[in-house]
């Protein structure tokens, strides 16, 4: 079965470094979200993206983070200046609203970890 | 708005007895409800999810959920817990087709005594 990807699968970073995360959603969906999951916590929507613009973003989705759409099939999550508060796991996902309406099918995840 | 309240944030069940995992919900429109399992340093998957009909619904590994209206609920049982069922486990909310932005609730930590 089709598959959404994710890399990496675990950084580690300096506070105040940039930060890409990458995701691979499956081919022909056309929804793309991230979401967050502080170790501990719940998980959490940060934003969701069609057709290369951000359709909803939550409070925790502030001016360092950014999400792009560079070419056919890469999703990035970038954060311009990591805060320790930042070291979470980072789960995209997608969806296709013509198929299993509903439903995300999201990556394994990225663990992010700022020192 | 949405939201999810997980009762129990650890649960406890021997091997081979009932797993019974709750989950309320509040929502303004006719709800989409999931269950997702997220095992040790994984991702998370989906167990089961109810969209329309049936309200009892199917998921792997032989867990079930009963969405029930009036009260607001949609609970997660399995009739006899295996070792492997040890995870974390999220029910989740969305308004549905057009919007599927999941509100997912705190988690329930299941953990099978032997």
């Known amino acids: 079965e089709p598959e959404v990807t994710q890399t990496p699968s675990h950084q580690v970073t300096q506070m105040g470094q940039e930060v890409i995360l990458r995701c691979v959603p499956i081919?022909?969906?056309?929804?793309f979200y991230w979401y967050r999951q502080i170790l501990g916590q719940k998980v959490e929507f940060l934003v969701s993206f069609y057709n290369n613009e951000i359709s909803e973003k939550s409070e925790i989705f502030d001016d360092q983070f950014s999400v792009e759409r560079p070419d056919g099939s890469n999703f990035t999550l970038k954060i311009r200046s990591t805060k320790l508060e930042d070291s979470a796991m980072y789960f995209c996902a997608s969806s296709d609203r013509q198929g299993r309406a509903g439903e995300l099918f999201f990556g394994e995840g990225s663990r992010l970890t700022v020192l | 708005a949405q939201s999810v309240t997980q009762l129990g944030s650890h649960v406890s069940v021997s091997e081979g007895a009932l797993v019974l995992l709750r989950c309320n919900y509040s929502?303004?429109?006719?709800?989409?409800l999931f269950w997702y399992v997220q095992y040790p340093n994984q991702g998370l998957q989906l167990l089961l999810k109810y969209t329309t009909g049936a309200t009892l619904v199917k998921g792997i590994n032989g867990f079930e959920a009963e969405f029930k209206k009036s009260e607001t609920s949609f609970h997660l049982t399995k009739p006899s817990a295996h070792m492997s069922d040890a995870a974390e486990y999220f029910c989740a909310v969305s308004e549905g087709f057009g919007n599927e932005k999941l509100t997912f609730g705190t988690g329930t930590r299941l953990t099978i005594i032997p």
């Open positions: 929502s303004s429109v006719p709800p989409y």
């Open positions: 081919s022909n969906h056309l929804y």
